[in-house]
């Protein structure tokens, strides 16, 4: 039995999917972060459970071949990324691993694997951040949450955004110390400003920098905007967005505009699209790209279907294949995002297709009453997947196909293990990587009725 503080000398033989090695020592697993498949380690154990331990490096003997130099000053403390120690090519490997891992051991299926996409950038791939803003000793600190915390560790430049967002980072917590503007507190719920949150169009070049307060007014608002645009001209909007709950999400539904425009734009698939703070958009708009037509691909277009886009956000996967159906009907429960695809349709000449603000269950309704039946249905939804109710709705439309967009393999696995039993048989699943460097994959899978 490992004990505490023991140091073992051992080799990681397999990584876990939040970016832990592991190793068995004397038949008990042991999770050691930081490591790579091949290294040859001295490990400190530094916590033992009843069937694995967790420990840290001592010593490397002999480094693995995936492992590389990783230059980010805040790897070990900031919560984003998982693989920056190794190659990007080990990390596809894995990822790939991870996802049919999951779909074979805890969904029970068998599906034909494609191979994993990678990304086109590796680096600088974000168009959208969302920083804490919080107080520590008198100061504000903007940055990201550290591991399973929510405590702030300063980091104004990361390699995965946009380098102009470093700025608009540090002005504003200069900004917000200068002028004597306070940071939210999570525990007594007082404090101004809760989060700084940045969207870019990558072809558009243009930005839009959000805040998200605790009120219902910014102090010195009209001069945080003039020098915003001092330091980052091809800022198009400024957004407050109103939160006044006391809980841990992020934007709340009002948003006022400070200056310019209510929405920036940005091309994808090469439909052009208008987001709105609350509109979801993908924060990897060229590795979006590759997963929008392998969707499309899998879903294999005669040109005469009714195609249902459910969680359809500003539209951005329905759109890109209304040219390939007869008619296009997407599903949206979030009104600012509807009327964001609404608009996004029109000033793309899209005339096959409308937008529905409901939940799936609301839509399967009503397009029972209008005697229309989806030949296809595509969903793309949140991390935890989709309700049992929405799996219902969907199996209840009967559609000859369901393409599922899914950033989680785990949700994925158990929702198609569902849709097994609805009547629905997975062919084929695809990793496609839109987060590079972090423990995240996105995977697109086809579903037929059987």
């Not at 967790?54 to 990324?81: A, M, N, Q, T, W």
Request: one cysteine or more; glycine letters at 6%.
């Amino acid at each position: 039995m490992l004990k505490k503080n023991q140091v073992v000398e051992t080799t990681i033989t397999a990584m876990s999917s939040d970016g832990n090695g592991i190793a068995k020592v004397d038949g008990m697993v042991v999770f050691v972060p930081y490591t790579a498949v091949g290294d040859q380690l001295k490990v400190r154990i530094v916590k033992v459970q009843k069937n694995y331990s967790f420990g840290i490096v001592e010593e490397i003997l002999e480094p693995s071949k995936d492992r590389i130099d990783d230059h980010c000053p805040v790897y070990k403390k900031c919560g984003g990324c998982a693989f920056r120690h190794i190659s990007y090519e080990a990390e596809l490997i894995h990822k790939a691993e991870f996802v049919e891992s999951n779909l074979r051991r805890l969904g029970g299926l068998d599906p034909v694997m494609l191979p994993i996409t990678p990304s086109p950038l590796v680096q600088g791939y974000r168009n959208k951040a969302q920083y804490p803003i919080r107080e520590h000793e008198g100061k504000i600190e903007v940055g990201f949450f550290a591991k399973r915390s929510h405590r702030v560790i300063s980091c104004a430049q990361c390699d995965l955004q946009p380098p102009f967002f470093e700025k608009i980072l540090e002005y504003t917590k200069q900004f917000l110390q200068e002028n004597h503007i306070s940071a939210y507190n999570e525990e007594t719920g007082k404090g101004k400003v809760r989060h700084l949150y940045l969207r870019c169009g990558e072809i558009s070049g243009e930005v839009m920098v959000c805040l998200v307060i605790n009120s219902e007014r910014m102090p010195h608002a009209q001069e945080y905007v003039d020098g915003l645009l001092k330091i980052c001209p091809q800022v198009a909007s400024v957004v407050l967005n109103i939160n006044r709950e006391q809980n841990n999400v992020i934007l709340g539904e009002k948003c006022v505009t400070l200056y310019g425009k209510d929405t920036i734009e940005d091309t994808l698939c090469g439909v052009k699209f208008e987001l709105s703070p609350l509109s979801f958009y993908q924060v990897n708009r060229q590795a979006a790209e590759k997963l929008y037509q392998l969707a499309a691909q899998l879903a294999d277009f005669r040109g005469d279907e009714l195609l249902v886009d459910l969680y359809c956000g500003a539209g951005t996967i329905g759109l890109s294949m209304a040219s390939k159906v007869r008619e296009l009907v997407g599903v949206e429960i979030v009104p600012d995002a509807v009327e964001n695809a609404r608009v996004n349709a029109k000033r793309c000449g899209v005339a096959n297709a409308r937008f529905i603000c409901a939940d799936a269950k609301e839509a399967a309704a009503q397009l029972a009453e209008e005697n229309l039946k989806p030949d296809v249905i595509v969903v793309d939804p949140p991390r935890k997947g989709c309700e049992i109710e929405v799996l219902q709705a969907i199996a209840a439309m009967s559609p000859e196909k369901l393409v599922y967009i899914s950033c989680n393999s785990a949700s994925l696995a158990r929702d198609c293990k569902e849709l097994e039993q609805l009547g629905y048989h997975l062919v084929k699943a695809a990793p496609v990587d839109l987060f590079p460097r972090t423990m995240h994959v996105e995977t697109v899978a086809l579903l037929s009725r059987e």
